[in-house]
């Protein structure tokens, strides 16, 4: 008797348990809920509220810091930031899914269309990485790089260095990286080849060509170091000043856009992210606009 | 008070099991619902007959990911099954009680690691090893196929080792006893008696194998092409899903939920044919 009584008690124990945790579980989704879209009234006006935005990954790092630091600045300010990929951000900002969208390359044509307010916060290069042992390749031509990634130059005695396979190291379909590289490299005729070695991000490319004397790919800026070498590219080495003078000639803006007028809060986001303040979070990983 | 509370058990009890079919389910029209319009557009042969894999142009055939998964997965099951289950008849039949209270904790943990730590085992160790040995890039068949069949080692060694400890004790020694060997015994006695359970455990395996994604996306190369030996670069299914989704739109996404697709159909018929198997092994 006392032996069910007892397992039966520890069975209840257990769904009581269960329930309470669904509750709680509930409980915390509604409070969350309600904090993001309360809005105290009598406080200073304008400043209060949410900002979602949603885009590139590339950028998202960079949202990232504008908007603890808006929020830091701003109390009672929430600005959540996803990612997605840049056609996915210019999507969302047309059809208003987020308030603004995020893209790390310009706008094509049929996306220029939907007529969005395009601000450019930073601008990011694109550098060509080798192995650091690769001593043979310190220049090469655009036309080169372009040849290279397209499989028609597959050794590296073609651009003087040993006889030895290229491996050429690219991003998927649909990176923001990947369709800037081929926006300004590839051009519209040359196709990046399927026998490319494919890997999912930029640390993903650097650990890749850092670890294969072989290897060739591009990389994003805020992603080099002394593990891979900057190769120049017709001439001009891959830094800030030669970017901002506009003379090394893979670069790329990294764009917020939004649809119609900006709502105040929006439009506080978007002059903290060109002001001094905003510019100085740049300034630390890429290139500032002003 | 008891009926009452025996209702309740046997109702959570119930709901639990419908929850977990529900799930499935849920997961499956998901799947279909955004992969079906697309397939149903660009055509279900073209899908899975194309070579070309170019999103940015239109192009989405899948066939050199559907070989490379089977690539992957059969180089995974050569590699590992022999080991596991020579492991497994070591742990179950030779080694003393000891020794094998000191293994066991030792592959569970293998089963423990989280797959992009294997992934960069893999990328670091295997990747590297294959580059030196074979002077070639090192992303390949055989670098993928090397890590699945490590990973598959815990599943495939637990679930053996159960079945050969599972045949009963009278056979093994009824077979002494007539003079026959211990491997004899091994051989002709106790594997045979515990295929079914043997069966289960290298199609666990090859369900993780295929399913894997983290780790292979690290080593595998992903190209889309066929690869034309094993030290070519691949692309499985599962690593299209994930190397893509995150900027995929459109069509290029829906084509990404129709791989999902193809995955599907693809285990559910494996399934079916082992439990085919299974049965006819038994019977």
Not at chain 1, 42 to 47: D, M, R, V, W
Not at chain 2, 73 to 100: H, K, N
Not at chain 2, 163 to 171: M, S, T
Request: with cysteine; net charge neutral; aromatic share 8%.
């Amino acid at each position: 008797m006392f032996n069910t009584g007892f397992k039966s008690k520890w069975m209840l124990l257990f769904i009581v348990t269960m329930l309470a945790a669904l509750v709680v579980a509930g409980c915390g989704g509604g409070a969350s809920d309600t904090g993001a879209k309360d809005q105290e009234p009598g406080a200073e006006t304008a400043l209060k509220g949410t900002l979602t935005t949603a885009g590139s990954t590339s950028v998202q790092p960079l949202s990232e810091e504008f908007a603890q630091a808006f929020m830091a600045k701003y109390p009672g300010t929430n600005v959540m930031v996803q990612g997605g990929g840049s056609s996915q951000g210019v999507k969302a900002a047309n059809e208003g899914v987020a308030d603004f969208g995020a893209s790390s390359r310009n706008l094509k044509d049929e996306e220029k269309a939907y007529g969005l307010t395009e601000v450019v916060v930073c601008l990011d290069g694109i550098a060509v990485v080798v192995h650091p042992e690769n001593k043979f390749v310190e220049d090469l031509s655009i036309e080169d790089v372009c040849k290279v990634f397209a499989g028609e130059i597959t050794n590296w005695k073609e651009l003087g260095g040993p006889d030895s396979k290229i491996m050429a190291v690219t991003r998927e379909a649909g990176s923001g990286t990947r369709g800037a590289f081929e926006e300004m490299v590839m051009g519209k005729d040359a196709k990046i080849s399927d026998t490319a070695i494919v890997q999912p991000s930029n640390g993903g490319v650097h650990q890749a060509v850092a670890g294969d004397k072989n290897a060739i790919g591009y990389l994003s800026m805020g992603y080099l170091d002394d593990k891979v070498k900057t190769v120049k590219v017709d001439g001009v080495e891959a830094t800030v000043d030669n970017i901002k003078a506009g003379t090394y000639k893979i670069s790329r803006p990294f764009i917020y856009m939004y649809k119609g007028e900006a709502s105040p809060l929006l439009q506080a986001f978007m002059d903290y992210c060109l002001s001094d303040e905003g510019q100085a979070i740049v300034a630390k990983h890429y290139i500032t606009v002003n | 008070m008891r009926r009452k509370i025996e209702w309740l058990i046997e109702k959570s009890l119930l709901l639990s099991a419908i929850a977990g079919i529900l799930i499935v389910m849920l997961i499956a029209v998901f799947t279909f619902l955004e992969g079906f319009p697309f397939l149903a557009k660009y055509g279900v042969t073209n899908f899975i007959t194309g070579k070309v894999w170019g999103p940015s142009y239109g192009e989405f055939g899948i066939l050199s990911m559907i070989i490379g998964s089977f690539y992957v997965t059969v180089g995974a099951l050569i590699i590992g099954v022999p080991i596991a289950v020579a492991c497994a008849i070591f742990l179950a039949e030779m080694a003393p009680q000891r020794l094998a209270r000191l293994f066991r904790p030792i592959i569970e943990l293998l089963a423990g690691i989280p797959t992009v730590v294997y992934g960069f085992f893999g990328l670091i160790v295997i990747v590297g090893f294959i580059k030196a040995h074979f002077n070639v890039p090192g992303f390949s068949v055989l670098a993928a196929s090397l890590m699945l069949a490590i990973m598959i080692l815990p599943t495939v060694i637990n679930i053996s080792e159960d079945a050969i400890r599972a045949v009963p004790k009278h056979y093994k020694e009824g077979s002494l006893a007539l003079g026959a060997t211990h491997w004899q015994t091994i051989r002709y006695v106790i594997l045979p008696c515990a295929r079914s359970g043997l069966i289960s455990a290298i199609f666990l395996g090859m369900g993780r194998a295929i399913g894997e994604t983290m780790a292979v996306i690290m080593v595998a190369g992903n190209t889309a092409l066929i690869p034309g030996s094993v030290l070519d670069p691949v692309r499985t299914l599962t690593i299209n899903i994930a190397l893509e989704m995150g900027y995929a739109y459109g069509d290029h996404s829906s084509s990404l939920f129709a791989t999902g697709i193809v995955l599907f159909v693809l285990i559910i018929c494996l399934n079916a044919l082992v439990m085919r198997l299974k049965r006819r092994v038994t019977d």
